[in-house]
């Protein structure tokens, strides 16, 4: 015993003295960065100068091991993974780098040296805007998970000069502002100048007139794409990837003619419509303008992608056609879908493959992962579009076509060749970019059991049948790292003091921290950590809103993007249903409740932005109501990002996840508001069904119509009208909106939106509306109940650790891209060495 404490006793020392050499070493490093690098003395630095440096002393231990990453990946001829997403929703980097590199608490000490804070330099750096939603965090999560088990990755998309927009609320009312992330710079990338790919775009084709159908392409128009690097570091630093991202550029700087004559503004045309390319997120596909711009987004970063994969794989291997043995290509939804055009393209007209051995490399190359069921988020471009830009690329669509109709005869499903062409015929004739993702790939995956599922049953049901075994589930996860670790600290030290530092590195071992959920001291000490958190969001509500809300009510969050399927309208009708009540019984022993609302509405969605402006409506009259007195508060935050998130996700006590069943295809804002002890009101629906499963129906508040009855009402017709003539609080919430209550200054503001919900209503708002009411007298009930509440809150965290992102990827590498991993499908779980 004596012995065994000297050696630990030693190994404490040894600990400390490497502390504080690392600590040493960074507050040089820092100083070295602001003087050489940003050119600033110590004295006149502000906090952007000082965060900066310390991005690129951090950046600095991130490339040394990105060098040994790349060069084993080389030796070992490792198979790389090509992630193609037009969302890549990183958020900050410098906590999550430093977090991943276990530097967080020696940084925060260096720069202490030089009377820095930490947590302010963490502030002032800008979320990356190159993303918007639930696919771009997904990638993001990806990302980490495939440094972090050390899969040989490339992340690709493009380098957004403004992203989607930053959001702002002006009378209720939300408004687009160019977001402005790179203003100052971005001290984490590397610009690649010598990394540039031609892309084409419209012109003529020709036959070469060989036997391998050959043709040369002379495009009308040719942008340039420029690589932008951005190391990803995995847990504990064990590898290091790289994310790609392209931005566009003119062929020339300026036509120096046009400009001798006098023209600078024509002079500068071309490179202006160049980079509009890589300016913005989702152009609005409003007009014909906006639709084309679209489409060269997607073949923008498909071609700069493919010819740079095409360009690496054939320096190292010298062959394409051991492509699908070295490289696997992973297409995040449709966008990036006309990749597999182009690999028939580069293949056949540059490389001198034939048909069938281009397409068979092609297809064992490519898979695909679907994100939703809804026909109108299914990609379809104009025929004449495609014709126009890409006619190389129609051409070799309409060949796809004709082969995979061929196959389609003769498996005996002639009759559904109209519906299951890739040239839709009904609609106006266009291409339907899931069916090609769908025929072009050796696998295709839903993201949620369920998800999996529906494809299977409606919207690829044909193509099941003909190609079966292509469909695979693959349920999403989230990485903790971001999630838990960096987001919620406090909850992270109590996961490690109570069931041990495994917990850090192996989610699985989160289900040790079930044995406390009867325990009262760990449910006093987690509803305490809770409360801090929540009095970190109350704060923040406050500066950004001027709302005062109450740490101690139950902060009821829903944060997603604002979209009719995901129903904010549902718990906005239910907060109004809540503020009636109380008018009428002020003096009842209501609970407590804030309700939080963020997202963004798509700029030319107008009935999501409608939805925001009741949202901000209904609180100007809740939040001022004197009867009210506090007990019922809502506040919409605006400019929803991955920051926000990481406030508001460890305050939350509801998560709101309330899509209409069959709609929502998985969900990932479940699992890390799951992840953080928050219970979940939500719908049979997406990987809400898994979440059940493995937290259990106690922990959980199920409610309303499932996928089937949602299937057999639409058969029926969209009607809501018997659900509302059965519900007399639903009616009484109705008058009030149609009437004017919320909107005095325009009565006839919501009465369209009104008539909508009874008569025409896709996703079944007011059908669900008394089962959601229930729900949430359930919720109020156990909140009464602290034991029971917080007994569940603990199972809810202690539950998920399947639903970590390491997991998912562990199944693609082993099912989906032949990778060797040490993930065992039989457990479930990832064991990170």
């Not at 014709?387 to 003769?410: D, F, G, K, S």
């Not at 599922?453 to 989230?478: C, H, S, W």
């Not at 109450?550 to 009821?556: E, R, W």
């Not at 990481?646 to 295809?665: F, H, K, M, N, R």
Request: net charge negative; hydrophobic share 45%.
């Amino acid at each position: 015993m004596l012995n065994d404490a000297a050696d630990a006793g030693v190994a404490t020392s040894g600990a400390a003295e490497g502390r504080s050499q690392d600590v040493a070493e960074l507050a040089a490093a820092l100083l070295a960065k602001l003087t050489f690098s940003v050119g600033k003395d110590p004295s006149t630095a502000s906090e952007r100068d000082w965060f900066v440096a310390a991005a690129l002393a951090t950046r600095d231990r991130i490339v040394d091991g990105w060098m040994v990453s790349t060069r084993r990946s080389y030796a070992e001829q490792k198979k790389r993974v090509y992630y193609l997403s037009l969302e890549f929703l990183i958020g900050r980097l410098l906590g999550d780098a430093l977090n991943n590199l276990q530097l967080t608490e020696p940084m925060r000490a260096a720069l202490a040296v030089h009377g820095v804070d930490l947590a302010r330099l963490e502030q002032v750096e800008p979320d990356a805007a190159l993303g918007n939603g639930g696919l771009g965090r997904l990638a993001a999560c990806f990302m980490d998970s495939m440094a972090t088990l050390s899969i040989a990755a490339y992340g690709y998309g493009i380098r957004y000069q403004h992203g989607l927009f930053r959001q702002l609320i002006e009378n209720g009312w939300q408004h687009e502002v160019p977001e402005t992330w790179l203003s100052f710079g971005n001290p984490w990338e590397f610009e690649r100048a010598e990394v540039i790919y031609p892309i084409g775009f419209g012109g003529t084709i020709a036959a070469d007139g060989n036997d391998a159908g050959a043709h040369h392409w002379t495009p009308g128009e040719v942008v340039s794409a420029v690589a932008y690097d951005t190391p990803i570091v995995g847990w504990r630093g064990a590898h290091v990837n790289t994310l790609r991202l392209w931005s566009a550029r003119g062929t020339d700087p300026i036509q120096l003619e046009v400009f001798n004559r006098g023209d600078y503004v024509g002079a500068s045309a071309a490179r202006t419509r160049a980079r509009s390319i890589s300016q913005v997120l989702y152009p609005s596909d409003d007009t014909p303008a906006g639709q084309e711009l679209r489409l060269r987004q997607e073949y923008f970063f498909s071609s700069a992608s493919l010819q740079d994969l095409v360009h690496r794989h054939l320096d190292q291997y010298g062959d394409l056609r051991t492509l699908p043995d070295r490289a696997a290509i992973q297409l995040n939804d449709t966008h990036p879908a006309i990749a597999i055009a182009e690999l028939m393209r580069l293949a056949i007209d540059h490389h001198g493959l034939g048909w069938d051995e281009a397409w068979d490399i092609t297809v064992r190359t490519f898979s695909y992962t679907n994100h939703t069921l809804l026909p109108e988020a299914l990609e379809r471009w104009p025929v004449e579009l495609m014709e126009r830009l890409l006619p190389r690329h129609m051409q070799i669509i309409y060949l796809i076509n004709a082969r995979h109709l061929e196959h389609l005869r003769a498996g005996g499903h002639g009759d559904a060749q109209r519906a299951l062409s890739i040239i839709d015929e009904d609609r106006g004739r266009a291409v339907r970019m899931g069916t090609l993702s769908f025929v072009g790939s050796h696998k295709v995956n839903g993201v949620s059991a369920l998800h999996s599922q529906l494809m299977r049953e409606t919207v690829f049901r044909d193509l099941d049948a003909l190609y079966p075994g292509r469909i695979v589930n693959k349920t999403n996860g989230i990485t903790f790292r971001r999630w838990l670790h960096e987001a919620n600290p406090a909850l992270t030290r109590m996961l490690v003091e109570t069931i041990g530092p495994r917990v850090l590195d192996d989610a699985g071992a989160l289900d040790g921290f079930a044995q406390f959920a009867d325990d009262a001291d760990a449910q006093a000490r987690f509803a305490a950590l809770r409360r801090t958190n929540k009095q970190a969001l109350a704060a923040l509500v406050s500066e950004r809103l001027g709302i005062s809300i109450d740490p101690d009510a139950l902060f009821d969050v829903q944060i997603k993007r604002i979209h009719e399927y995901k129903r904010q309208l549902l718990n906005l009708l239910e907060t109004i249903a809540a503020y009636l009540d109380i008018k009428a019984d002020p003096d009842a022993h209501w609970v407590p409740r804030v309700k939080l609302f963020a997202g963004k509405a798509a700029a030319s969605y107008h009935r999501a932005k409608l939805i925001i402006k009741l949202a901000n409506d209904v609180a100007a009259v809740i939040n001022d109501d004197p009867d009210i007195r506090g007990r019922l508060k809502l506040a919409f935050i605006p400019n929803y990002n991955v920051s926000l998130a990481q406030v508001i996700i460890p305050a939350a006590d509801l998560s709101e996840q309330i899509s209409t069943a069959g709609t929502e295809a998985s969900g990932t804002g479940n699992m890390k508001l799951a992840l953080n002890g928050a219970l979940t009101i939500g719908t049979y629906d997406g990987a809400n069904i898994e979440l059940h499963e493995h937290i259990g129906g106690d922990n959980m508040f199920i409610f309303g119509m499932r996928a089937d009855a949602v299937a057999h009402h639409h058969a029926l017709g969209l009607d809501c009208s018997e659900a509302v003539a059965a519900s007399p609080s639903l009616r009484a919430v109705l008058r009030a909106v149609g009437s004017g209550m919320f909107s005095p200054d325009e009565p006839g503001r919501y009465r369209g939106l009104v008539d909508a919900l009874v008569f025409n209503d896709p996703f079944l708002t007011a059908c669900d509306f008394d089962a959601y009411r229930t729900a949430q007298a359930d919720v109020a009930d156990r909140w009464r109940d602290p034991r029971a509440w917080w007994r569940s809150a603990i199972l809810n965290t202690a539950r998920v650790g399947w639903f970590s992102s390491d997991r998912t990827i562990g199944e693609y590498a082993a099912e989906i891209w032949g990778l060797p991993t040490n993930y065992d499908p039989g457990q479930r779980r990832m064991n990170v060495a």
